[in-house]
């Protein structure tokens, strides 16, 4: 009898195993920060040279049901030397998961993240920015949700409830790397009078066609990235104060692997009430295997960012290159290199960042961000942030 | 004379079926190996690398292995790390195809982000361990091509011992010398030659266990870098077959939901 009859046979007489589960599982990280800032702020308010930051982020997993069913939890908190807006806590994910067969339900505080590109992150909308933990954009604040999935062997087709709306954080007064007005995040105003409470939505579509993946996306809600419009506080000072429109945002974002090259490309479109507009991000990233006969893989990326509406854009990328550099010395202890330069082709603004990390022994990490600035145009919006150059070590303990 | 001729047809004949090519015979110790590993359906099982530098210093990697028979395609599979914890959480979703390249993504639990990455770097070191990619890939029979070379004692069993050269593209070998038992195919022992056909290192596997009758698995993988010193551990356990596994446990739109 042939070996896979036998198989098949055996398949069906024998009840299947039990899935093993993560069953109440901690985990999780504290890490210690240490940013210098070598050049003085230019508000007397901004704290100078160095800042200490302390940040605790424990998370709990537990699943049933043979997997099908999953439980989240994941708190962040941090203590910050200087910007009391940089100590704050919040709950990153607390969601149950159900899957049923084509369909995976997630319920609760969750994160998802949309996109292909390195140097910016265009289409990822469902989550707001955590902007007081770094520049890059790439900390987010627990968003509220009912996600659905649907399973097919093409890709799947997502669908979004987004119940309640989380503001974007921004430095204090006594904080580095913001904008020359401090933000009153107090003041909030919102287009919608439902406020936080305005019910967003999203879908989307991805496709995976051999070395393709093409995502298909539309987002209809309130803003993640607020207006930010200047008025007087109760004190006669100019604050700025962060203005929520609603908008609806198409976007597509494609990825190819042909041979050592990987394509991306993310655009969008948006619609608001104050500046609709159209705005892409692509490039690609060649990797060489193996350099100098080594285990040393080395990667050269390069994206190209375009806005349609120009120099009047109130964001940093309108006609900007990025070239860069990813160094993976696939050692023991994964040690990682990313330099990178952002190169605005209209006024010659250049920005610098350097991203470097290594395990130490089996649950520590090193890692080291160097952020330059230089030649910013007065018209640019990172021109509040050239004499915001700094140096950051970070060493966290994983349990 | 008629009966002459016959009986010369008869010679030649049998000769001829007696003169296998040692690469008849290398690929049907292959082809006979794969078959008798087939219809496992679906496995998942725990792996604990130890890797070894030259000072003794050592390292540790804790991964869960699911991985799903393909019927008539190449195997899907997938890793979850444990450990280090750094990377805890992190999973690997692979789609073998054979000799044309693999599907391969990378989920980074930090970021919510899957990405789709490349499987050219088949030679690269996996983990940082002595582990290349391409030796813990499914291994179809059509991914080499094959030269029986003698039978010889590998302890207790008797074995084939069998040259291979990769037929993909970008492995990091030349060739490997492949020990196998003859009474079950198990996979004893493998030379790997790199680019410059200089021996790179040995893999040992050891402990063989027999699971659900049919199908054996190692304890225990040890491979000695020759040229650099280092050594990795590979243990292996809680060994699962036919855990009912499907292909939607292997889809890359859902990997923020594997643990």
Same mark, same amino acid.
């Given at each position: 009898?042939?070996?896979?009859?036998?198989?098949?046979?055996?398949?069906?007489?024998?009840?299947?195993?039990?899935?093993? *589960?993560?069953?109440?599982?901690? #985990?999780?990280?504290?890490?210690?920060?240490?940013?210098?800032?070598?050049?003085?702020?230019?508000?007397?308010?901004?704290?100078?040279? +160095?800042?200490?930051?302390?940040?605790?982020?424990?998370?709990?997993?537990?699943?049933?049901?043979?997997?099908?069913?999953?439980?989240?939890?994941?708190?962040?908190?941090?203590? %910050?030397?200087?910007?009391?807006?940089?100590?704050?806590?919040?709950?990153?994910?607390?969601?149950?998961?159900?899957?049923?067969?084509?369909?995976?339900?997630?319920?609760?505080?969750?994160? *998802?993240?949309?996109?292909?590109? +390195?140097?910016?992150?265009?289409?990822?909308?469902?989550?707001?920015?955590?902007?007081?933990?770094?520049?890059?954009?790439?900390?987010?604040?627990?968003?509220?949700?009912?996600?659905?999935?649907?399973?097919?062997?093409?890709?799947?087709?997502?669908?979004?409830?987004?119940?309640?709306?989380?503001?974007?954080?921004?430095?204090?007064?006594?904080?580095?790397?913001?904008?020359?007005?401090?933000?009153?995040?107090?003041?909030?105003?919102?287009?919608?009078?439902?406020?936080?409470?305005?019910?967003?939505?999203?879908?989307?579509?991805?496709?995976?066609?051999?070395?393709?993946?093409?995502?298909?996306?539309?987002?209809?809600?309130?803003? &993640?990235?607020?207006?930010?419009?200047?008025?007087?506080?109760? !004190?006669? !000072?100019?604050?700025?104060?962060?203005?929520? $429109?609603?908008?609806?945002?198409?976007?597509?974002?494609?990825?190819?692997?042909?041979?050592?090259?990987?394509?991306?490309?993310?655009? @969008?479109?948006?619609? !608001?009430?104050?500046?609709?507009?159209?705005?892409?991000?692509?490039?690609?990233?060649?990797?060489?295997?193996?350099?100098?006969?080594?285990?040393?893989?080395?990667?050269?990326?390069?994206?190209?960012?375009?806005?349609?509406?120009?120099?009047?854009?109130?964001?940093?990328?309108?006609?900007?290159?990025?070239?860069?550099?990813?160094?993976?010395?696939?050692?023991?202890?994964?040690?990682?290199?990313?330099?990178?330069? /952002?190169?605005?082709?209209?006024?010659?603004?250049? #920005?610098?960042?350097?991203?470097?990390?290594?395990?130490?022994?089996?649950?520590?990490?090193?890692?080291?961000?160097?952020?330059?600035?230089?030649? @910013?145009?007065?018209?640019?919006?990172?021109?509040?942030?050239?004499?915001?150059?700094?140096?950051?070590?970070?060493?966290?303990?994983?349990? | 004379?008629?009966?002459?001729?016959?009986?010369?047809?008869?010679?030649?004949?049998?000769?001829?079926?007696?003169?296998?090519?040692?690469?008849?015979?290398?690929?049907?110790?292959?082809?006979?190996?794969?078959?008798?590993?087939?219809?496992?359906?679906?496995? /998942?099982?725990?792996?604990?690398?130890?890797?070894? $530098?030259?000072?003794?210093?050592?390292?540790?990697?804790? @991964?869960?292995?699911?991985?799903?028979?393909?019927?008539?395609?190449?195997?899907?599979?997938?890793?979850?790390?444990?450990?280090?914890?750094?990377?805890?959480?992190?999973?690997?979703?692979?789609?073998?195809?054979?000799?044309?390249?693999?599907?391969?993504?990378?989920?980074?639990?930090?970021?919510?982000?899957?990405?789709?990455?490349?499987? &050219?770097?088949?030679?690269?070191?996996?983990?940082?361990? +002595?582990?290349?990619?391409?030796?813990?890939?499914?291994?179809?029979?059509?991914?080499?091509?094959?030269?029986?070379?003698? %039978?010889?004692?590998?302890?207790?069993?008797?074995?084939?011992?069998?040259? &291979?050269?990769?037929?993909?593209?970008?492995?990091?070998?030349?060739?490997?010398?492949?020990?196998?038992?003859?009474?079950?195919?198990?996979?004893?022992?493998?030379?790997?030659?790199?680019?410059?056909?200089?021996?790179?290192?040995?893999?040992?596997?050891?402990?063989?266990?027999?699971?659900?009758?049919?199908?054996?698995?190692?304890?225990?993988?040890?491979?000695? $870098?020759?040229?650099?010193?280092? #050594?990795?551990?590979?243990?292996?356990?809680?060994?699962?077959?036919?855990?009912?596994?499907?292909?939607?446990?292997? $889809?890359?739109?859902?990997?923020?939901?594997? &643990?």
């Amino acid at each position: 009898m042939d070996a896979k009859y036998i198989a098949l046979i055996a398949g069906i007489l024998l009840p299947s195993a039990v899935q093993p *589960v993560v069953a109440g599982v901690w #985990s999780g990280d504290i890490s210690a920060e240490l940013r210098y800032f070598p050049d003085d702020a230019l508000s007397p308010a901004q704290y100078n040279d +160095e800042n200490a930051s302390l940040a605790f982020k424990p998370e709990y997993y537990h699943e049933w049901d043979n997997r099908r069913q999953g439980f989240t939890f994941i708190a962040f908190a941090r203590l %910050d030397q200087n910007d009391e807006e940089r100590s704050h806590a919040d709950i990153r994910e607390l969601n149950h998961r159900l899957t049923r067969g084509d369909w995976e339900w997630r319920f609760g505080i969750g994160k *998802v993240f949309w996109g292909v590109t +390195e140097s910016q992150h265009l289409v990822d909308i469902i989550n707001q920015t955590d902007l007081v933990e770094n520049l890059d954009g790439e900390d987010k604040l627990g968003q509220p949700m009912i996600q659905a999935t649907w399973l097919q062997d093409w890709g799947a087709l997502e669908f979004f409830v987004l119940p309640a709306f989380r503001e974007r954080s921004f430095p204090g007064a006594e904080g580095r790397l913001r904008t020359p007005l401090v933000v009153d995040t107090d003041r909030a105003e919102y287009e919608s009078d439902d406020e936080q409470q305005h019910i967003d939505w999203a879908l989307r579509s991805k496709i995976i066609i051999g070395a393709w993946e093409i995502g298909l996306a539309h987002f209809s809600g309130t803003a &993640r990235n607020p207006e930010l419009l200047p008025v007087l506080d109760g !004190n006669g !000072n100019p604050v700025l104060v962060p203005r929520y $429109n609603l908008i609806d945002q198409s976007s597509l974002d494609v990825s190819a692997i042909l041979g050592n090259w990987l394509w991306k490309l993310e655009a @969008i479109y948006q619609d !608001n009430p104050v500046d609709s507009y159209a705005a892409a991000v692509g490039g690609f990233e060649y990797t060489f295997y193996g350099i100098f006969e080594s285990a040393l893989d080395l990667g050269a990326i390069v994206e190209y960012h375009y806005d349609d509406r120009g120099e009047a854009a109130r964001v940093p990328f309108q006609d900007d290159v990025f070239a860069g550099a990813r160094l993976a010395f696939n050692d023991a202890q994964s040690t990682e290199i990313l330099a990178g330069s /952002i190169i605005d082709l209209d006024s010659d603004s250049r #920005s610098f960042r350097i991203e470097a990390s290594r395990r130490l022994g089996n649950s520590f990490k090193l890692s080291g961000e160097l952020q330059l600035f230089s030649n @910013i145009d007065p018209q640019d919006v990172l021109y509040s942030l050239r004499d915001d150059d700094y140096l950051q070590v970070e060493l966290g303990w994983y349990f | 004379m008629k009966h002459l001729w016959i009986l010369l047809l008869c010679i030649g004949l049998s000769s001829n079926a007696m003169a296998e090519t040692p690469e008849e015979k290398g690929l049907a110790i292959a082809k006979a190996a794969d078959e008798r590993d087939a219809g496992f359906g679906d496995f /998942i099982a725990d792996m604990t690398m130890t890797l070894r $530098n030259r000072k003794g210093n050592e390292s540790v990697r804790y @991964i869960r292995i699911r991985t799903l028979e393909g019927e008539g395609e190449g195997d899907k599979s997938m890793s979850i790390f444990d450990e280090p914890r750094d990377v805890k959480g992190t999973a690997m979703l692979t789609f073998s195809h054979g000799l044309k390249p693999d599907d391969q993504w990378l989920y980074l639990p930090a970021l919510k982000r899957v990405k789709r990455i490349n499987s &050219r770097n088949k030679s690269g070191p996996f983990m940082g361990s +002595e582990f290349a990619f391409e030796d813990l890939g499914s291994q179809e029979v059509e991914k080499y091509s094959y030269k029986y070379l003698r %039978d010889e004692a590998c302890g207790e069993w008797q074995c084939y011992v069998t040259e &291979r050269k990769p037929e993909y593209e970008y492995s990091g070998y030349t060739r490997q010398i492949v020990w196998r038992d003859q009474a079950e195919y198990r996979v004893v022992k493998v030379e790997f030659y790199d680019r410059k056909n200089a021996l790179l290192k040995t893999l040992d596997s050891r402990g063989y266990k027999e699971y659900i009758g049919r199908y054996w698995r190692p304890d225990e993988m040890f491979v000695q $870098n020759h040229q650099n010193g280092k #050594s990795t551990l590979l243990k292996w356990s809680n060994y699962q077959f036919r855990t009912g596994l499907t292909d939607r446990d292997f $889809n890359s739109n859902t990997l923020s939901s594997v &643990r």
